[in-house]
């Protein structure tokens, strides 16, 4: 299964500013997804990153708060823009696909502090 | 949003008991996965099963699948400390996305 390196581990933001964080996989893949964590709470999907495409955002999560770019197989970054304390949380990447028998690999996360 | 949810919300037992999670989803899947995060770092794979099996095992775990249900259950046989974590269940849309979508999530504790 892939290796993913996703970076920074954790950050401590002032409010207003931006955030990117950055994945890099090991082997090429179709799809990567973002999820965001909330402090004691499951994993909620912000987007699927498919390489060459728009961005597909889930409900309750759009372009402008948490561009994303996904400008090869391998790399995607997902920015958190104009943050505000509301915005701390654990940010995940991942990769995967339904049809394998391995499941999905998830990135270590980075844990972000709006201050 | 979330697919489903899990029960119980927390779970504290004795090392050596078994630990029991149970997870409802809502829409049709092709199958359904086991994940484990320990202090709220990156989430590892325990397990899948896929909608046509019913039981699947790996180790000490054993899960569970009933589709007319929409249920399924992680059973941890002779827990050990280690085994302290939360423990989500996941469901792929069953379209073309390939997205996850998880369940709320179980915190189970092991106490030494």
């Known amino acids: 299964s892939a290796v993913i390196s996703q970076k920074p581990s954790r950050d401590i933001c002032q409010r207003g500013t931006s955030l990117t964080i950055q994945c890099q996989v090991d082997?090429?893949?179709?799809?990567m997804f973002w999820y965001r964590q909330q402090p004691g709470q499951s994993l909620t999907l912000i987007a699927t990153?498919?390489?060459?495409?728009?961005?597909?955002?889930e409900s309750g999560f759009v372009i402008d708060k948490f561009p994303i770019s996904r400008p090869n197989l391998t790399f995607s970054t997902l920015t958190v823009s104009n943050m505000s304390p509301e915005d701390s949380s654990i940010y995940l990447c991942s990769v995967g696909d339904t049809l394998s028998l391995h499941g999905y690999t998830f990135g270590s996360g980075t844990r972000l502090t709006v201050v | 949003s979330q697919q489903g949810e899990e029960d119980p919300q927390a779970l504290s037992i004795q090392e050596g008991e078994n630990a029991t999670m149970n997870c409802s989803y809502k829409t049709s899947i092709n199958n359904l996965q086991w994940y484990r995060q320990n202090s709220g770092r990156g989430l590892v794979h325990l397990i899948l099963i896929r909608s046509n099996e019913r039981e699947k095992h790996s180790g000490r775990l054993r899960v569970t699948l009933d589709t007319s249900k929409k249920s399924s259950s992680l059973l941890i046989t002779a827990s050990r400390a280690a085994d302290t974590a939360s423990y989500f269940c996941a469901t792929d849309a069953r379209d073309s996305s390939y997205k996850l979508i998880f369940g709320s999530g179980t915190r189970l504790l092991v106490r030494p």
């Open positions: 990153a498919n390489q060459g495409s728009e961005a597909t955002y």
């Open positions: 082997s090429q893949v179709t799809m």
